[in-house]
């Protein structure tokens, strides 16, 4: 588990891999009743002891300002964004596919639905989520 989480698995969306998020990650790994693992330290701030691949493009990441205007805004879609619509509109479909990797990454949820799919099929919001 120890390296899995130094190879990515307890990195931030970043990719920074502290000693924080290492043991958070193995400390969610033990189910309720098995023992818990013990961290003790002296630490004034979180370590960053490795740099991992991220979790989203840097580039991608970028476009959320664009998507959402503030983080109280919420983002509205509309069957143009989908592939499968006969009038799709190619700009709105490659923002819904950086939406989904958004969603992947728990920085977006869908209102209304549990599929981005069925998100912009009916035309439902998307909140950032926090």
Not at 44 to 68: E, H, Q, V, W, Y
Request: glycine fraction near 6%.
């Amino acid at each position: 588990m120890l390296c899995e989480a130094l190879d990515g698995a307890a990195a931030e969306i970043l990719g920074k891999v502290s000693i924080l998020s290492i043991y958070s990650y193995i400390e969610q790994a033990f189910g309720a009743w098995d023992q818990r693992p013990l961290m003790k330290s002296n630490l004034i701030s979180s370590c960053i002891i490795r740099n991992a691949k991220p979790k989203i493009d840097i580039t991608a990441l970028g476009k959320i300002i664009d998507l959402f205007k503030s983080p109280e805004t919420d983002g509205k879609l509309s069957p143009e964004y989908e592939h499968t619509y006969e009038k799709c509109d190619k700009k709105k479909e490659e923002d819904f596919k950086i939406l989904k990797k958004f969603r992947h990454v728990g920085l977006v949820e869908p209102i209304g639905a549990d599929d981005m799919y069925f998100v912009a099929k009916v035309k439902y919001k998307l909140f950032l989520a926090t």
